[in-house]
């Protein structure tokens, strides 16, 4: 028994560590977002993204210090789906745009929002700062 524990413990390490590390896979960019970083009002804003690949996915969202990863009920293979939290929506309208928007930042500090993309090897990011109330 202490012996599977283990194992399993060595398991999640490995994966914590490889999805820590700054390399952003083995791939080249086949991606090509058009923006990686955008500025929003604190009142809600929107914006759209577009690619020139077409074989991506959302791989995770950062609020802040909440994390979402784990999309219940949404196929990221689509070509079409909505993710919907608190704070934010993010529009995946077809294979080439993204649109995301949220809502108010109610707080008196900057709104950090992280938009990780996936294709095959490959990894990247959107970073939206939402200005503070």
Not at 6 to 16: A, K, M, Q, S, Y
Not at 56 to 81: C, E, K, P, Q, R
Request: aromatic fraction near 14%.
């Amino acid at each position: 028994m202490k012996r599977i524990l283990l194992f399993n413990l060595f398991i999640i390490l490995v994966i914590t560590f490889y999805s820590c590390s700054d390399d952003k896979g083995k791939w080249s960019d086949n991606i090509h977002l058009s923006v990686k970083a955008v500025e929003f009002s604190a009142f809600g804003d929107s914006t759209i993204i577009k690619t020139e690949g077409s074989s991506w996915w959302i791989s995770d969202v950062s609020v802040d210090t909440s994390y979402y990863y784990n999309f219940h009920g949404v196929d990221l293979l689509a070509d079409n789906y909505i993710i919907k939290q608190d704070c934010f929506v993010i529009e995946k309208r077809d294979k080439n745009t993204l649109f995301i928007k949220t809502a108010a930042n109610p707080l008196n500090v900057k709104r950090i929002i992280t938009v990780g993309f996936e294709a095959g090897d490959y990894f990247d990011r959107v970073t939206i700062t939402q200005k503070s109330k």
